[in-house]
Each structure stands twice: as C-alpha cells, then as structure tokens.
C-alpha cells in the first residue's frame, strides 16, 4: 500500500502553513536559511561596558541641583591663568580664508 | 575609520584606541546587520534573476569593511589584549587570573584536588 505523491505534498503543505515554515517541495535554495538566522548585532555591539555616571550625567538628570566637578574648576582656573599671560589657545577660524595655514609671507 | 567613531567617549571599560575602534566595529556591524542579511537573502535565493543576484553581490561587496562582522575582535576590558581572551568573562588570561583569585568573578575559584 503505498501513499500517492500529492496527498504526502498536501500533509507537507498543512505542516509547512502549522508551523510557519516554507513550501518547498523541489528543494530549490530559497535562502530562507538566511532568514531564520537571528540578528546578532545587538548582542555584539553590547560586548564593552556603557560609559555611564559621570558629572555630565548627573547634571542632566538634575538640572536643579549644582554639581561641583573638581577637574573641570582646575582645568577652567589654568585656562583663564594662561589666557591672562597671553598663552591661550588661539580664536577659532571662522572661514576658510582664515585658516589658511601657509598664507603667510616668509 | 573616524567617521563612524563616537564624537564623546562611550564606553567605561579599559581604553585605547584599539578598544575604541573595535566598539566602533561593533556598532556599526550591528547597525548594517539587516542590510547585509537582506543582500544575502537575495544573492542565495536561486529563484530570483540572475541579474537581481549579480547586482546584490555588487553592492555586498561595495559596503564598508566596518560593517562586516569578521572586523570584530573579542578584546579585554580591563586591559585591552586582543589575544587570550575568555569571551565569558570578556578577560584577557591575566586579568582573569588577578581578578579571580581576588574572588571578583562569582563562582570562580582555584582548583584544588
């Protein structure tokens, strides 16, 4: 007794639809394989630990309250010490004219 | 490449710029990761013209080296090796070893028998 060949394409058909997979009864390479792979990317972008609490954060998160950061007082302290012997970091060029780095004369 | 870099430090591991180049590698494999596996899709599905399959390979083959996933490295945390790593505990063998006998990996411990 053997099972004619449509009615095993129809079982096949059923199981495919039950268990939402691909009709494929030729056995074409339909790249479905690629489909089902699942997306890596968000467990590998998360391999290195998030940068988080630092002073900036705080503020952010409390805007009323004033946070006091030692590093940067002492870093704007030796800014405003050198702006005021005349070694300060130079303006910013605004235009390409002014950036031109050899337009001077020698 | 600098162009895919982070304008502020993000990460609160060990850093250096190989570590800061490979999250960069990261991020941006997996922002790309859908784009890739739908060019894939497309080049493996035999069902469709020749020409969509050759055109998918093109442009597979065109997009930035950043975006591909044998880029990445697994590299330490706490100390930035690229080489001897323990991808469970993201350790190179050393740090791993210092931090484990200092009892700073649960569930770790020497063995003895």
């Known amino acids: ?106 | 490449m600098a162009q895919f870099r982070a304008k502020k430090l993000d990460i609160g591991c060990f850093v250096n710029i190989r570590n800061i180049r490979d999250h960069t590698k990261r991020k941006v494999f997996a922002e790309h990761e859908p784009e890739r596996q739908a060019l894939r899709y497309l080049i493996r599905n035999t069902a469709l013209p020749q020409r969509v399959r050759a055109q998918a390979q093109l442009q597979l083959s065109q997009m930035h080296c950043y975006t591909r996933f044998t880029q990445i490295k697994n590299r330490c945390i706490m100390g930035g090796k690229g080489r001897g790593i323990f991808s469970d505990f993201r350790l190179g063998r050393y740090q791993f070893r210092i931090n484990a006998l200092s009892g700073n990996l649960p569930g770790v411990r020497k063995a003895s028998w």
């Open chain 1, 1 to 106: 007794m053997s099972i004619p060949r449509s009615r095993v394409l129809d079982l096949m058909k059923v199981q495919c639809r039950i268990f939402n997979t691909t009709f494929n009864p030729t056995q074409q390479r339909l790249g479905t394989k690629i489909l089902n792979q699942r997306l890596r990317g968000p467990a590998v972008a998360s391999y290195y630990p998030p940068r988080v609490g630092t002073i900036q954060d705080l503020r952010k998160l409390y805007p009323q309250y004033d946070v006091p950061d030692d590093e940067e007082d002492e870093w704007l302290e030796h800014m405003q010490i050198a702006k005021s012997r005349g070694k300060g970091p130079p303006k910013k060029k605004r235009t390409a004219a002014e950036s031109k780095k050899f337009n001077k004369r020698k």
